[in-house]
């Protein structure tokens, strides 16, 4: 389940994928910083190719957020 | 180079970098009016990679006028040998940026003027107050005006006003050996404006170069590194099939390459017009190619859209030898390290043969040719801090020692080839004219060169206007040519009884000739004129200084712990088949 986002967000946090559930966020991944987390939502918007709107990008607060936008624009996390 | 990693892959490699085996280190300080994250972490990540040790400072966010301003500043702590200012064009004009036509073109003219005045004058107090190098990129000109077609029709419009804010800093600056303008305006179009500023990040974080550009950024920042540490390579081998020209010339024969007017010629074409370019600015060519000699060099010499021709490659190795085996020949020949040479072949199989075989030969990988000259423009690893007469001489120089080495090959007997060469070395004084190159040859010499102690413009500068300190150079001219600048020595007259050699080089050029003690002998002799009793020298030995490693010694110096000592009363060598003026 979500392997694709799990991935892009264990390379950009520097964490085990297994450490990483929609709960996940600036609390308990150390490096979820405002940069680092800019840095993700960048190339989640490149791999997925999509684009979140400022609001949508400011919104996202963790993991669970990552997963409601990408199913709002239709990405199947599930693949 | 061509194709960078995403931004997030140097943030995570900057956390796992060691220091170990580096051989180069660097202090960057970075300044930026806007936010600048992870440049400096890419920065580390590729100095890593060409084992150079790079400690960073970034200044706070907009801090830089203050920073620059205030002596006790940490920038100013930091000591950095090299420091990149940016500052954006928003930040500049300010309100104007927007509506630059709410005031007269009278006062747009002053706002100009008053601006380019700050930055030139914050530019000259932070290098007054330095040794670093300052790298101040340019103003990104705007692409939109609210005039917008109408624009161009305005006197002093939005656009002028950036242009000649760049243009006054330059005229100003560009002179200062200690500054280097960096073209951020051709970074900008290189990439497109519409893709380099990306308004969300700009809104979320006052990004005003995207995340995704930063490694092209840190790319071209690492030339001013590589340029400043003198890294930069010297020779470019190339392969001939498929790397200068399409086809196989022994398949296809002379008819049948492809080297002009065709689509695929064309691209060998231009690759060979940037390779020209390039030579005349001073890098070497040489060729490296499995082919029989006489059919590749009828190309070379008969090919009417051959753009290279014989006299542009310093060494030829055309054999259907093993290429690594041809590759240390041509280094020997060419006399200069493996590590400062790039290598272009279109065969995958060789290009891995020779990384593993000689992974300091800068290997580049190459597949279409459409894309070798694209390739070639975007390296920036033949930047050298300052672009010279002798660089510009250069490839003369190295025809002139192919002839040499030909020469020497028929006389055979080293002595007799000597006699016959007619050497003679003119010393120079350090002036205006010969401080950049003695600078230059104290950066990049590496392996004639007693202490390898590296001096920018501004210290050789300030050695030269010190009446204790002898800081001169050599040029050495032969009966095929001349070689140009290509000695340098510095002296430290200690006190009444003795002389220190901080500094004793030779490029490699000119080695192995004699010339290295004739200009010694002629130091000690002048030593001994003025009453001096003791000249000392040191070998500070590094990778790659072995061939001076016995010059002392050899010389009659004396040995006494880490210091060399030539009493000025013993006698002094002197080789007869030289002259010194």
Redesign the interface.
Known sequence: MSKKLFEIIS??M?VSISQINDNSGSESIPEWD???L???L??IE?EFNIKFS?EE??EIKNVGDFKKQLEKYGVNLNE | MFGEEKLSTYLNRSKLLSNVDCENKIRVAILGSFTLNGLEETIRVKCGDKKIQCSTYIAGYNQYNQEILDEKSELYKFSSDITFLIIDTRNVLGELFFNPYSISVEDRKQFVKTKSDEIINLAKIFVNKTQSKLILSNFVIPTYSPYEINEAREEFGLQDMVRALNQNIKIELCHDPKIYLHDLNSFVTKFGENNVFDYKQFFYGDVKISLDHIPYLAEEFMGYVKAVLGLNKKCIVLDLDNTLWGGIVGEDGFEGIKLGDDPIGRAYVEFQRHLLALNQRGVILAINSKNNFDDAIEIIRKHPNMILKEDNFASFRINWNDKVVNMKEIAEELNIGLDSIVFFDDDPINRDYMRSAFPQVLTIELSDSSSYSQILKSMNDFQVAKITNEDIKRSKMYLDQRKRTELQKQVGNLEDFLKQLNISAKIKKADQYTIPRISQLTLKTNQFNLTTRRYQEEDIKKFASDDNKIVECAQIKDKFGDNGITGVYIVNKENKQEWLIDTFLLSCRVMGRGIEEALLGQIIERAKMEGIKKVKAQYIKTMKNKPAENFLSDFGFIRNGDIWVFETTKSIKKPEHLVIS
């Open positions: 390379r950009v520097n405002s940069f680092n800019y840095v993700l960048n190339e490149k400022l990008t400011l």
